[in-house]
């Protein structure tokens, strides 16, 4: 029986140092995942080590869609969740905008007060650096840098990146025959001193607010091994990432819209691991029985993606869970952290060996309505992949060595897939692995899609970055085709009123009286 892994939350690349007990419990590393690190930079193999979850059997009951959701009670030491002070105006500011339906993929826990909404329009407390996100279905792209490591450092690495002071042009390379100079433009791009706030505001929270209108989202993080993804979308010890940014922002919205809608937030929490589909909000053993017993009426035991005209990409028989405060995202992605697959490489100890999606729906209705006119249904997908790796630079062997190739596999039609619908190709090859058709509304579909590229600027990365700040100028490229998700009728009604004001305003500017408009 496969065992899982304990995944600690720990930065690739993260800025700043951060004490043990400071961090929540689930995200330090167990005594045995120490130990099999040690094991595994010595050479061994690097059995997966098992590692027993923290939450209680009852937690794995909860919330499933089969079952009446039960609430999750904070502890009383609420040190390890994450607060939201509306005083702390410095930290972040964030407002919610309209309607419905929200879903977020995501992964991680941090202790730090996150986004903070404005029960305003939308608009204010955004961030004057914050790009913009039109209805055009460009695909936007940010690009992180990460510090450079002590292992770097120590070694004499430079640094062979340069951001430019209107932080969308990087360069790379001196000039020289083994470093080539490049340039690129994106929409954003973080140098080393930008923090998680600074990432949040200026990126993902414009996507965020669009979800919250309505439209389907998707934030992924790309790079190789060790660049910083995860970092970047869990965060780690006090600096939240943007999984819990997301998370309490939607929450707030919600909570700020329930004395007039109804609404409703729900969240599932999945991996790909070889290219299988592992639900991390199920135990393990509970798996295997549940794959047994399919296996006697499908032949396997691997949960199925499916697509369905009115819902689109979704995962058959996942677990989702109904949540109300942000609190209870510690439960869940503790859970999902102790069962999400890791293992230590030379680049890397705790690389993730598998994709991770953590996706989070909301659906909205007035209170008012009867016949669901106005309901709104959104999701968003938070996505950390597992980095590109090359074995001369891991090191990997054996059952590692396997996991990367998959993982580079999986990428590599990743890169076919935005390849395609950049050349415009009348095939998209979606179905070549898994983690492109869960991703296919993301990619060229329905949805509002940001990519950060996570990168080194140690001169030994040079040829990984190179590949990766290439493979997000293609990306920049893609234009997906978002609609808000509302009643065909509703959504009619809102065209034709979004018609009748720009008619008024087109009499107005040529000055025709008012009693002249109704020429019935």
């Known amino acids: 029986m496969k065992k899982s892994i304990s995944t600690p939350v720990v930065p690739r690349g993260g800025s700043k140092h951060v004490a043990a007990d400071e961090v ?36 794995n009951k909860k919330k499933n869609k089969k079952h009446k959701p039960a609430a999750v009670v904070p502890s009383k030491d609420d040190s390890n969740t994450l607060k939201v002070d509306k005083d702390d105006s410095d930290e972040t500011k964030s407002n919610a905008s309209a309607p419905p339906t929200t879903t977020v993929t995501a992964v991680a826990s941090t202790r730090t007060p996150v986004a903070v909404i404005d029960e305003g329009d939308g608009k204010e407390g955004a961030s ?82 669009k979800i919250l209108k309505g439209f389907n989202g998707c934030i992924f993080c790309y790079g190789q091994t060790g660049s910083g993804k995860t970092y970047t979308m869990n965060g780690y010890g006090k600096e939240a990432g943007l999984v819990y940014r997301v ?91 102790d069962r999400r697959t890791v293992a230590a490489t030379k680049m890397n100890d705790l690389s993730s060996r598998s994709h991770s999606v953590l996706t989070i729906h909301v659906t909205q209705q007035e209170l008012a309505d009867k016949q669901g006119l106005t309901t709104l249904s959104s999701s968003i997908h938070l996505v950390d992949l597992a980095g590109s790796e090359r074995q001369s630079s891991t090191g990997a062997t054996g059952k590692r060595l396997k996991e990367g190739a998959l993982i580079n596999q999986s990428l590599s039609a990743l890169g076919n897939v935005i390849k395609s619908l950049v050349d415009g190709r009348k095939h998209i090859p979606y179905r070549d692995s898994k983690l492109t058709r869960l991703l296919q509304d993301s990619l060229g579909g329905n949805s509002m899609t940001l990519l950060i590229a996570n990168i080194s600027p140690a001169t030994e990365s040079y040829n990984e970055t190179v590949s990766t700040l290439r493979f997000a100028d ?6 997906n085709k978002p609609v808000m998700n509302m009643d065909p009728r509703a959504l009619r009604i809102k065209e034709l009123e979004a018609e009748v004001a720009r008619l008024r305003a087109v009499l107005e500017r040529h000055g025709v009286p008012r009693e002249e408009w109704d020429v019935g």
Do not use: W
């Open 128 to 209: 004057p650096d914050a790009i913009h996100v039109g209805e055009d279905g460009r695909i936007r792209v940010a690009i992180r840098v990460r510090p450079m490591l002590k292992r770097e450092l120590e070694s004499k690495q430079q640094s062979c990146v340069q951001v430019e002071a209107d932080a969308t042009q990087i360069a790379i390379g001196d000039g020289s025959p083994a470093m080539k100079e490049m340039k690129f433009t994106y929409d954003r791009v973080f140098d080393e001193k930008q923090d998680q706030v600074a990432v949040y505001r200026a990126v993902a929270q414009p996507i965020v607010r």
């Open 474 to 479: 293609k990306a920049k490229h893609i234009k």
């Open 247 to 337: 998370a309490t922002e939607v929450q707030n919205h919600a909570k700020a819209l329930r004395k007039t809608h109804n609404v409703s937030v729900e969240v599932s929490y999945l991996e790909i691991y070889q290219e299988r589909v592992v639900d991390l909000l199920v135990e393990r053993n509970k798996l295997e029985r549940q794959a047994t017993a399919t296996n006697m009426a499908r032949g396997d035991g691997q949960i199925r993606i499916r697509q369905d005209p009115k819902r689109g990409i979704f995962v058959q028989n996942l677990t989702t869970r109904e949540v109300t405060e942000v609190a209870e995202y510690d439960q869940l992605l503790a859970e999902g952290a």
């Open 24 to 59: 929540p419990k689930f995200a330090r590393p167990s005594a045995k995942h120490r130990a099999a690190s040690a094991k595994s930079r010595k050479g061994s193999k690097g059995k997966r080590n098992g590692s027993v979850s923290s939450s209680s059997n009852s937690s």
